[in-house]
C-alpha cells in the first residue's frame, strides 16, 4: 500500500498535536524537512518539544517555529546562529538542553534501535554531566545518557519509493536517518518518488509512516564562503 500523502499539510495536520516530541532531521540548514516545518508551522500546534542539531537561523528551517512561539523546550547541540533562538531563551520562555553533539546522534540511534539508555564518557565532570548517574569502565568516568524516542520525526530525503524506502543525498545523510528511525510516527518529504534499487536505501520503509513530495526546493545556504578567483 502506498504511503504517498497529498500534501505536508494533510500529512501533518493528521497527526500533530500540543505538546509533542518532534525530532527534526538537517544540519544547519542542509538537508531540513522544509515542507514539513512550514506545514507544522501551519498547523498551529503549541508548547513543542524540538530534538534537532540545530534551530536553523532567524526566519528560515526550525526558527519559522520560534517566530511563531510553538516551541517550548529544545534538545540540541548547536544553537549560535539564531538571534531569536537567544533572546527567548535570555527572557525565560524558552527551557533548553544543550547535547553534545555525538551523544544526540547516539540518544536517537539508541530510541530507534529499542535501546533506552547508555553510558558514555562525553560530558563526564563537566556541566553536561551534572545530575546524571555515573559509572566507571575499566577506570572510565561515564555518564547515564538516555534514548529520545519523538513522537512525530520529520525527515528530508532526495528520492524515495511509495513504499517509504529513503534515500538521502550527500551532506543531507547527517542526522535525517537517525531522526526517521526514533520517531513514533515519521513523515518524510522526498525530492523525487518512484524506483529505488534495494542497494540503494538507506532508510528502510518500515520506520516510515507517511509520504509526501517536497513542496519548497530552494536550499538555503546557512553562510556562504568563498575565495577570491586565482587567475590561471
Known sequence: MSKLVESAAQAVAAVARD???????????????????IALRDSGVRDLTI????????????????????????????????????QQYLDGGLDVEFVPQGTL??????????????????GAGTPVGAGKPEMRFNGM??????????????VRAHRADLDGNLRYRLTARNFNPLVA???????????RIGTLHPDDVHTPGIYVQHLV???????????RTVRPRVDA
Not at 539508541?110 to 539508555?117: L, N, S, T
Open 181 to 191: 528511525t526514533a520517531g513514533r510516527i515519521t513523515i518524510a518529504e522526498a525530492e
Open 19 to 37: 505538546g509533542m516530541t518532534v525530532a527534526v532531521g538537517g544540519f544547519g540548514l542542509s538537508g531540513i524537512p522544509t515542507t514539513l516545518i
Open 105 to 122: 546522534a547516539e540518544r536517537l540511534r539508541a530510541g530507534g534501535a529499542g535501546i533506552p539508555a547508555f553510558y558514555t564518557p562525553t
Open 141 to 154: 568516568r561515564t555518564v547515564l545518557e538516555h534514548a529520545i524516542v519523538a513522537d512525530l520525526a520529520l
Open 51 to 86: 530534538v534537532s542539531n540545530n534551530m536553523g537561523v532567524d526566519g528560515k528551517g526550525l526558527g519559522l517555529l520560534l517566530e511563531n512561539k510553538q516551541v517550548s523546550k529544545v534538545l540540541a547541540s548547536y544553537v549560535g546562529e539564531n538571534r531569536l533562538f537567544a
Open 213 to 223: 513530495r517536497t513542496e519548497i526546493h530552494d536550499k538555503d545556504i546557512e553562510q
